[in-house]
């Protein structure tokens, strides 16, 4: 998916924030809880992890917005694009809001999580499934698989376009 010295770019809807990550992404994930379902209005927020090193805001100043506490959520001021997180006690890593890259289409979720909050109809190809979160022994798994996946949900999303005739 991404050499080491590849760099992307993201922005919020109005382009007032922007900013950038370099390399390969650690793992992409899908987010059903109910609390991400009302900050973006849909059925479940998507994301892409990276290290901290590996990204920086180059324009504008997002501020905080939906939690408050511990795990903060990055938006922009001005259009309230949620832009990325900053989770609680993992300050060497940043939840991207995978929508808010400019090639978006290249980040299929590889795992979802809190599926028991989930709308019925909600569909993703991710390949792995967790009714809250994945145990924190499983990720150091889950994320080599990722790798070595090369960086993606495939072949899930081949089936699941083929399922959902997308």
Known sequence: MADQDEMRNGQCRCGQVKFR?????????A?????????????????????????????????????????????CPYCKSW??????????FVNVRTTMLDDAADFAPFIETWTREKLPWAA???VHSFETLPPMERYPELVAEFA????????????????HRT
């Open 31 to 75: 987010c059903h809880c109910t609390g991400c379902q009302r900050m973006t209005a849909s059925a479940f927020s998507l994301s892409v992890l990276y290290p901290s090193e590996n990204f920086e805001v180059v324009e504008g100043e997002p501020g905080i917005g939906g939690l408050h506490g511990a795990t903060r959520h990055f938006f």
């Open 83 to 92: 832009l990325f997180t900053r989770p609680e006690g993992m300050d060497e």
């Open 21 to 29: 990550v370099r390399g390969a992404p650690i793992v992409t994930m």
């Open 124 to 126: 993703t190809p991710a």
């Open 148 to 163: 070595r996946r090369g960086g993606s949900a495939e072949p899930n999303v081949h089936r699941w376009r083929l399922e």
